[in-house]
């Protein structure tokens, strides 16, 4: 037994000990103390917070509120570990409705920094001050509110220290903290300065006006004016906020903020439930952005995961999930022309004086009558596919003459056999018509796949499927879904299964790692739409192989035909990859290139 030396006997760790390895989970760099401080300050009720930062944070952080304050016999409790006034039972752990709850923030701040804590509770006289290095408490003016004080944050661990980044990327850090609270709360405001400079300084936004124009200055003004207005509820959830566009998406995930009961999170159930309603709207690669908001019943997420907070567990994801992807994709389904209003005269850029010179001087066609549209609608026959379309066909071939101008207006040209040239109620529209052709036809491929029974083929010779027993027992209950997707799948062994039938779209695919995936999937998400979206790739393949080519020229009854098509197909603001489909030219843009 002597190769047994030197094994110390089991102790208990010094507090200074136990606050630093707290600190470790709770205070990476300065944005985490930056992110624990406003937190505390939301929770006091604050809607005026005050951040000081010097040195990128390393050198001051200084946080100021309005919120109710601290109590002086509170005070010296507040930097205590475990010390909180967020839960008081095990009870409440259940139903955490505040940011805070853990009471080791303020502790762990206080041990690897010098730190200051000012304060007056709103129903005293006077505010009090507590210093960490010497633990005194001394009376100084305070209004309501509190100050924290963070200087040389992590002066007694260099090891810690020598790990920060940059003056300039700590300080980025901080903005992306404070960029994600105040996208959390428009009621509060919030001022930031660095180095004795404001960079920010945004007023409480009440309307949706002013909650967009907060968007365009924390997000950037291009976000802004792409976005789609989320409001959706159900039994016990509601879904506000924004999402953008499709046509306006990122290559990287960097514009994604999600706030559940008004905290920051990231979920991998979010992450996949958002990407699977961008599923067919957007290209591989490419990340929408959007700022939700979704409210639940606390008793129904645990959000005492992790130190940081930022990590949740849902009592039912899978609800959650399908919560989600269901009001993203009827969001993104409006994506479509809307009616324009019946303009009470023609209009026509050129045609604002009686001598300006009529359209044909540009080699352009005049602009269509309703007659003429309605006598040559056959010819797009040779367009159409002839599967049943998502909606009813337009009207019927004579409209009466009051009726809405159409939201794409009539057709004027083809150009270059690769865009209709429109005019509308707005001005000018251009349509790109192989994009606008391939969504026309995808989305009816998809009405057709799903209204009525898939098309399968028998394999030839059947197809070995082996598992873990883990997966045997997931696969087995996936087996009625395989079916209703056009699989044919029977167990033949404890860990195998043997695939005799597969959905004709997907024959040449390697329908056994398919499967695998899909299992895979189900363990993890509890749900899988791998399936569906492989058959909607494929769809979108056949969509944009059948659709109007470059260099095919077009009647105009025929161009006529497919914006009318455009305007009733759901998602036609973008192509199958997520490209617009169309762009307006607005008529005041047109007059000012002529100073107008």
Same mark, same amino acid.
């Given at each position: 037994?002597?190769?047994?030396?030197?094994?110390?006997?089991?102790?208990?760790?010094?507090?200074?000990?136990?606050?630093?390895?707290?600190?470790?989970?709770?205070?990476?760099?300065?944005?985490?103390?930056?992110?624990?401080?406003?937190?505390?300050?939301?929770?006091?009720?604050?809607?005026?917070?005050?951040?000081?930062?010097?040195?990128?944070?390393?050198?001051?952080?200084?946080?100021?509120?309005?919120?109710?304050?601290?109590?002086?016999?509170?005070?010296?409790?507040?930097?205590?570990?475990?010390?909180?006034?967020?839960?008081?039972?095990?009870?409440?752990?259940?139903?955490?409705?505040?940011?805070?709850?853990?009471?080791?923030?303020?502790?762990?701040?206080?041990?690897?920094?010098?730190?200051?804590?000012?304060?007056?509770?709103?129903?005293?006289?006077?505010?009090?001050?507590?210093?960490?290095?010497?633990?005194?408490?001394?009376?100084?003016?305070?209004?309501?509110?509190?100050?924290?004080?963070?200087?040389?944050?992590?002066?007694?661990? *260099?090891?810690?220290?020598?790990?920060?980044?940059?003056?300039?990327?700590?300080?980025?850090?901080?903005?992306?903290?404070?960029?994600?609270?105040?996208?959390?709360?428009?009621?509060?405001?919030?001022?930031?300065?660095?180095?004795?400079?404001?960079?920010?300084?945004?007023?409480?936004?009440?309307?949706?006006?002013?909650?967009?124009?907060?968007?365009?200055?924390?997000?950037?003004?291009?976000?802004?004016?792409?976005?789609?207005?989320?409001?959706?509820?159900?039994?016990?959830?509601?879904?506000?906020?924004?999402?953008?566009? *499709?046509?306006?998406?990122?290559?990287?995930?960097?514009?994604?903020?999600?706030?559940?009961?008004?905290?920051?999170?990231?979920?991998?159930?979010?992450?996949?439930?958002?990407?699977?309603?961008?599923?067919?709207?957007?290209?591989?690669?490419?990340?929408?952005?959007?700022?939700?908001?979704?409210?639940?019943?606390?008793?129904?997420?645990?959000?005492?995961?992790?130190?940081?907070?930022?990590?949740?567990?849902?009592?039912?994801?899978?609800?959650?999930?399908?919560?989600?992807?269901?009001?993203?994709?009827?969001?993104?389904?409006?994506?479509?022309?809307?009616?324009?209003?019946?303009?009470?005269?023609?209009?026509? *850029?050129?045609?604002?004086?009686?001598?300006?010179?009529?359209?044909?001087?540009?080699?352009?066609?005049?602009?269509?009558?309703?007659?003429?549209?309605?006598?040559?609608?056959?010819?797009?026959?040779?367009?159409?596919?002839?599967?049943?379309?998502?909606?009813?066909?337009?009207?019927?071939?004579?409209?009466?003459?009051?009726?809405?101008?159409?939201?794409?207006?009539?057709?004027?040209?083809?150009?270059?056999?690769?865009?209709?040239?429109?005019?509308?109620?707005?001005?000018?529209?251009?349509?790109?018509?192989?994009?606008?052709?391939?969504?026309?036809?995808?989305?009816?491929?998809?009405?057709?796949?799903?209204?009525?029974?898939?098309?399968?083929?028998?394999?030839?010779? *059947?197809?070995?499927?082996?598992?873990?027993?883990?997966?045997?027992?997931?696969?087995?209950?996936?087996?009625?879904?395989?079916?209703?997707?056009?699989?044919?799948?029977?167990?033949?062994?404890?860990?195998?299964?043997?695939?005799?039938?597969?959905?004709?779209?997907?024959?040449?695919?390697?329908?056994?790692?398919?499967?695998?995936?899909?299992?895979?999937?189900?363990?993890?998400?509890?749900?899988?739409?791998?399936?569906?979206?492989?058959?909607?790739?494929?769809?979108?393949?056949?969509?944009?192989?059948?659709?109007?080519?470059?260099?095919?020229?077009?009647?105009?009854?025929?161009?006529?035909?497919?914006?009318?098509?455009?305007?009733?197909?759901?998602?036609?603001?973008?192509?199958?990859?997520?490209?617009?489909?169309?762009?307006?030219?607005?008529?005041?843009?047109?007059?000012?290139?002529?100073?107008?």
């Amino acid at each position: 037994m002597t190769h047994y030396q030197d094994i110390p006997p089991i102790r208990l760790l010094e507090p200074v000990i136990t606050n630093q390895i707290a600190a470790g989970e709770v205070v990476e760099r300065p944005a985490s103390v930056v992110k624990e401080l406003l937190e505390n300050s939301l929770d006091a009720q604050a809607d005026t917070l005050d951040i000081e930062i010097e040195q990128g944070g390393i050198g001051l952080i200084r946080v100021r509120d309005n919120g109710c304050g601290i109590r002086e016999s509170d005070l010296r409790l507040a930097l205590s570990r475990h010390a909180t006034s967020k839960i008081t039972c095990i009870d409440d752990l259940e139903r955490i409705a505040s940011l805070g709850f853990r009471g080791e923030a303020l502790a762990s701040i206080a041990s690897v920094s010098r730190l200051v804590l000012n304060s007056r509770f709103f129903e005293a006289e006077h505010g009090y001050s507590l210093r960490n290095e010497d633990n005194s408490l001394n009376p100084i003016a305070h209004p309501v509110g509190t100050t924290v004080e963070v200087r040389d944050l992590f002066y007694n661990i *260099p090891a810690r220290r020598k790990f920060l980044r940059t003056e300039k990327t700590e300080f980025s850090n901080v903005q992306e903290t404070i960029k994600r609270l105040a996208l959390s709360r428009f009621t509060v405001g919030f001022k930031l300065s660095h180095n004795h400079k404001i960079l920010m300084a945004l007023k409480p936004a009440l309307s949706e006006n002013q909650q967009l124009q907060r968007i365009a200055t924390l997000c950037g003004t291009e976000m802004a004016d792409h976005l789609l207005t989320v409001d959706t509820n159900t039994a016990g959830m509601h879904l506000s906020g924004w999402l953008t566009q *499709p046509t306006h998406s990122r290559s990287q995930a960097d514009l994604q903020y999600f706030f559940l009961n008004g905290r920051v999170i990231r979920d991998k159930v979010i992450t996949h439930a958002v990407r699977e309603a961008y599923h067919d709207v957007l290209h591989a690669g490419r990340h929408p952005c959007f700022i939700l908001y979704l409210h639940v019943d606390p008793a129904e997420v645990d959000v005492n995961v992790h130190p940081s907070k930022s990590e949740v567990r849902f009592a039912q994801s899978n609800w959650v999930h399908d919560f989600l992807t269901q009001s993203l994709k009827e969001v993104l389904a409006g994506t479509s022309p809307t009616l324009a209003p019946l303009p009470t005269r023609p209009l026509s *850029p050129l045609a604002t004086t009686p001598t300006s010179q009529p359209f044909s001087r540009l080699s352009l066609p005049e602009r269509p009558q309703r007659q003429q549209v309605q006598e040559s609608l056959s010819n797009y026959q040779t367009l159409k596919n002839t599967l049943p379309p998502v909606v009813p066909d337009a009207p019927e071939a004579s409209p009466p003459q009051l009726s809405p101008m159409p939201p794409l207006g009539y057709a004027l040209a083809q150009l270059y056999q690769l865009y209709i040239l429109a005019q509308n109620a707005e001005g000018f529209v251009i349509i790109d018509m192989h994009a606008a052709h391939e969504r026309i036809l995808y989305e009816r491929l998809k009405t057709a796949l799903f209204n009525h029974n898939i098309a399968v083929q028998t394999l030839l010779l *059947p197809v070995k499927l082996l598992v873990n027993p883990n997966e045997a027992e997931t696969l087995a209950e996936a087996l009625p879904l395989l079916q209703q997707l056009g699989f044919e799948v029977t167990r033949s062994g404890e860990e195998s299964f043997v695939i005799r039938q597969v959905p004709s779209l997907l024959a040449t695919q390697d329908c056994a790692q398919l499967i695998k995936d899909v299992v895979a999937d189900m363990r993890r998400w509890e749900t899988s739409t791998r399936i569906q979206e492989q058959l909607l790739t494929s769809l979108a393949t056949q969509a944009c192989h059948q659709a109007i080519r470059a260099g095919k020229t077009l009647t105009v009854a025929e161009m006529n035909q497919l914006l009318r098509d455009i305007e009733q197909t759901p998602r036609s603001n973008q192509c199958n990859h997520g490209r617009p489909t169309w762009v307006q030219w607005q008529l005041k843009e047109i007059a000012s290139w002529f100073a107008r």
